[in-house]
């Protein structure tokens, strides 16, 4: 089993700054791909960003220049460095791993950091 926990949401003023973490721990032999989504309220769960194991990152237009992920191998841990947010940045923020462990590869998802942006 995989755990994931996140941290850093919060509430900011527009063109402020956030930074999330999401670290996984249990028997994890690989970490894939790990990334960033976000629902917000009566929207579908949508990627902001994620990242592979060689580094290669992939965002969301509507956060490409703003947003940055990066990960830390040996912590099992994700990042998202957010700058320049809007109101419309506020959601639940998810994390999302793709891990080989004891019985396969599977999905992982953590339990969402609300991140609140003020106008």
């Known amino acids: 089993q995989v755990q994931l926990v996140e941290s850093g949401g919060g509430l900011v003023q527009a063109g402020g700054s956030l930074r999330l973490s999401c670290a996984a721990s249990?028997?994890?032999?690989?970490?894939?791909?790990m990334g960033w989504y976000r629902q917000a309220p009566g929207k579908r769960r949508e990627l902001v960003a994620n990242?592979?194991?060689?580094?290669?990152?992939n965002y969301d237009d509507f956060v490409k220049g703003r947003f940055t992920i990066s990960r830390d191998n040996a912590k099992n841990t994700v990042y998202l460095q957010m700058n320049s947010l809007k109101p419309e940045d506020t959601a639940v923020y998810y994390c999302?791993?793709?891990?080989?462990?004891?019985?396969?590869?599977?999905?992982?998802w953590g339990k969402g950091t609300l991140v609140t942006v003020s106008s």
């Open positions: 999302n791993v793709d891990a080989y462990v004891l019985g396969g590869q599977r999905d992982y």
């Open positions: 249990g028997f994890i032999f690989k970490i894939f791909a």
């Open positions: 990242i592979t194991t060689g580094d290669s990152t």
